[in-house]
């Protein structure tokens, strides 16, 4: 039976490289995208493939700047409210159909259209009338977005926002294609069916393994477009990821393996690319609850005996930054605040966190016997039993590992009754402070530790209303100073992205937003 | 025969019933939802979504609503692909998924009857003892412990293998992931075959056979494997369902896209309509090879027969 032969591996070898001949970039992805329809897309993943297939008005250049993508140009009238683009005139679909303007009204009523069910519909939240018609009161034909002619698109916006133009860049802001979404429905984004604006189109998709990308002939840049396609293979394995960088299937990986990075700093030193990122890893206090319900003392106690200078060299170990603000560096136009004990050097610190946990109640007979939840990993379990050592070593503490599930600790954190310490993170999706410091607002879903400050709060909402740059900023800081004296969580490290780039590929530019358009880049000719 | 079938299939109903109102309660109550983030959403964006996907509805409500549809062969729609329904989705996977199976089945039938018998009929002798080792070790060591070792070897130390399905191409990637699934396989059935054969050669129409003057080979070929076979056929059954067990494990290690891989993601992103659908589909499979089993069981053994 020739289905049992081919099975035995013999002197007819059966190595199959991927071919890397063809000009075409092979990345890793650690997931599946749950879709490639720019309007209900959540996850990262989708974005990253995304940001290959669509493009909004504006863009970013491979080292994270702004520019204008598929506006042309833009003016912002004097109060910031309202934003007038002027579109590129050789604009089209990967069907050769023009853009228009009125394409990116349409996908921008589509994303706040109930009925859509659009995840990041509050992306576009500062645009007149749009969180009214999320919630269903007023209709999507009121969002404060017009069309004048082809090559204008007007966005009237009912609060200054300063950091627009970053979300605008988000698939969320990208156009759609409405023949295709009428002719094929909800499941119009896919191979075949997909009509994009980006310098790629869609040529396939086997969910689970690979996500090949193809040259949109169409393109507006097509001409500076070096690559001519892009497959995205889905390895959800890191260390699988690095066999198929090592193999030479993989240009660029997606990370690398925690236990691998210092291996391979040496082994591939040229390649290793890390750079910071806007996102953070805390520890997250219940504040609804004892013993950290009106305890400022324990919290800061805790918060100082955390050595995180320690825990990023010897734990983590991949190039992470010890975190003592919750914004992290890099953010535009910011200055982050840090927590007050930041100056003291290790000894002090120590000192004044056992004076902080004494004031608190606590003490060597008497110690503080806490909870720490996770969600299962390598990297979530070293990370808290340093933590609990530290903890133990400085002030006595006697405290409890938990690991759950990730589902499980979402939903335990969410209910804020069982939690009293907690594993979280937060990464910014867009580069501007209002990302991270929103998450702490008393209102916002997001905050997990349930900080509620009305200071912070008033605070927040001057900056927002602020028109002035510069004196939102100092708002938007004196905000994070009030909150970093409060201590609702322990900032631990800031992120960094790792990636492995071969030597091939040219055009790489490190970033805080970790985005790498693949149309920046381009590939050695083969030998 | 036909009758029998009937009878049988319907009998499955009840069974595929429990499973479904098992599977249903246990998705729903694991913790979490399939839309949870650390990115929580804002209230109405989330009862936007909830309504959507009708999750808004009282949980016995949605239990029926699933019912009803999978009268009408409708798994629901994903909640972790959006855009495609659950039917799409194992559409897609199921083809990478059988391609495995049936090699893995075909590879372990072939080899482990064939050590099998090879062991009985040098009962007791060194090389009986070297196969039936090796086939313990096969039985004992589980599938997430070959599979990276033969990865590891083959694929990333040795190279002649490729390591990963993705990009991939021809009959390479799939070496690794059939041998992995048909190790345990063969190894069991190799026993099996062992023990059934050496019963069947000791009974007396073998003898009768041997008397007349007739061969080993004919003997073992024309004789004794047909009804050594039957304890084999029995056990097909379950080497199915292990396969397809099996292969849940297989596929994530070596990124093959087929419906294991499928289930676990769905059950990590709670995609309930997802892992319903599969585990219906795992279970009408199972149901159905076992009748597919015992129909030939009475083929093959002119004694059984239904009434």
New interface residues.
């Given amino acids: 039976m020739s289905l049992s032969k081919s099975t035995v591996p013999g002197p007819l070898c059966f190595v199959q490289v991927t071919t890397t001949l063809d000009n075409i970039l092979q990345r890793g992805l650690s997931s599946d995208p749950e879709t490639l329809d720019p309007h209900k897309t959540r996850s990262t993943q989708a974005a990253d493939v995304l940001r290959d297939l669509g493009e909004g008005l504006v863009g970013y250049t491979a080292t994270g700047e702004l520019v204008p993508a598929s506006a042309e140009r833009w003016e912002i009238s004097a109060d910031g409210l309202v934003y007038t683009f002027h579109l590129r005139d050789e604009l089209r679909w990967s069907n050769g159909e023009p853009v228009t303007a009125a394409d990116f009204a349409a996908g921008m009523r589509r994303l706040v259209e109930p009925s859509t069910a659009a995840f990041y519909a509050e992306m576009l939240a500062s645009i007149e009338n749009a969180p009214a018609i999320i919630s269903g009161s007023l209709p999507v034909a009121k969002l404060g977005v017009d069309a004048p002619d082809e090559k204008t698109l007007v966005l009237r916006l009912s609060q200054n926002t300063p950091y627009l133009l970053g979300l605008l860049t988000h698939p969320s802001a990208f156009p759609i294609h409405t023949p295709s979404l009428e002719e094929h429905g909800e499941s119009f984004a896919r191979p075949g069916t997909f009509v994009t604006n980006g310098a790629y189109r869609l040529e396939s998709w086997v969910p689970g393994s690979l996500i090949s990308l193809r040259r949109n002939e169409h393109y507006w840049n097509n001409a500076d477009t070096a690559i001519d396609g892009v497959n995205y293979h889905v390895l959800v394995n890191n260390a699988a990821e690095l066999n198929r960088y090592r193999a030479g299937d993989l240009h660029i990986t997606n990370t690398v393996p925690t236990e691998s990075f210092a291996r391979l700093r040496e082994e591939y030193p040229e390649e290793l690319r890390v750079a910071p990122q806007l996102g953070i890893y805390y520890y997250g206090f219940n504040l609804t609850k004892p013993p950290f319900m009106d305890n400022a003392p324990l919290r800061e106690a805790l918060s100082m005996a955390v050595d995180r200078e320690e825990l990023t060299e010897r734990v983590t170990g991949r190039g992470e930054q010890p975190a003592y603000s919750w914004v992290p560096p890099g953010v535009n136009s910011y200055t982050p605040a840090a927590v007050g004990f930041v100056a003291l050097d290790k000894e002090e610190r120590e000192r004044l966190a056992r004076a902080r946990y004494k004031e608190a109640g606590y003490s060597e007979e008497n110690p503080l016997q806490v909870e720490i939840r996770y969600n299962t990993s390598d990297m979530h379990r070293k990370v808290a039993l340093a933590v609990q050592a530290m903890w133990r070593e400085v002030l006595g503490v006697e405290s409890t590992l938990i690991n759950e599930e990730f589902q499980v600790l979402l939903a335990n954190m969410r209910d804020a009754e069982i939690t009293q310490v907690f594993r979280s993170s937060w990464t910014g999706d867009y580069n501007d402070a209002q990302t991270f410091l929103g998450v702490l607002q008393s209102d916002s879903p997001t905050n997990m530790p349930r900080y509620a400050s009305e200071e912070y709060d008033a605070l927040l909402a001057r900056a927002a209303a602020q028109v002035d740059p510069e004196r939102r900023r100092l708002y938007l800081e004196e905000a994070e100073r009030v909150m970093l004296s409060d201590n609702p969580l322990i900032p631990l490290y800031i992120f960094v992205s790792k990636h492995l780039v071969s030597p091939d590929v040219h055009g790489w530019g490190d970033n805080v937003l970790d985005y790498h358009y693949s149309q920046h880049l381009s590939l050695s000719a083969p030998e | 025969m036909l009758r029998y079938a009937l009878l049988r299939i319907l009998g499955a109903i009840p069974t595929l019933l429990l499973v479904i109102a098992l599977a249903f309660l246990m998705v729903h109550a ?4 399939p ?12 009862a ?2 909830e ?3 009708r999750l808004d509805d009282p949980l016995p409500q949605q239990f029926l609503a699933y019912l009803s549809g999978l009268v009408r062969f409708d798994l629901g729609p994903s909640y ?5 329904t659950v039917a799409e ?1 194992i559409a ?2 199921l083809p990478y998924s059988l391609q495995l199976g ?2 893995a089945m ?2 372990a039938l ?1 080899l482990g009857v064939s050590a099998g018998t090879f062991a009985a009929l040098r009962q007791d002798t060194v090389l009986d003892r070297v196969v039936m080792g090796f086939s313990m070790t096969g039985i004992s060591i589980p599938i997430f412990v070959i599979a990276p070792v033969l ?1 590891l070897l ?3 130390k040795l ?17 690794l992931p ?2 992995t699934l048909a190790l345990p396989q063969i190894a069991y059935l190799a026993r099996l075959t062992r023990a059934s054969m050496i019963e069947v050669l000791g009974s007396d129409f073998i003898r009768t056979a041997r008397a007349q003057g007739l061969g080993m080979p004919r003997v073992v070929r024309v004789h004794a494997l047909k009804p050594a076979m039957l304890p084999v056929l029995s056990y097909l059954g379950p080497a199915v369902a292990a396969i397809l067990t099996g292969s849940v494990v297989v596929e ?2 070596f ?4 419906l294991g ?2 289930f676990v ?1 769905g059950a ?1 992103n ?1 995609d309930y309509t997802l892992v319903l659908g599969i585990v219906v589909f795992y279970a009408a499979l199972i149901v159905a090879l076992n009748l597919v089993v015992d129909i030939l069981y009475a083929v093959i053994d002119p004694r059984v027969r239904y009434r």
């Fill in positions: 694991a913790p979490g939802g839309f949870d983030d650390e990115r929580v959403l804002p209230a109405d964006v989330a936007n979504i309504s959507a996907y972790r692909y959006v855009g495609y989705l897609i996977a049936i090699m075909v590879v072939l990865a083959f694929a990333v190279q002649w293998l490729p390591a990963g399905w993705s990009g991939a191409e021809g009959a390479g990637r799939l070496v059939v041998v994530e290690i990124g093959i896209p087929g891989q499928l993601r990590l709670r």
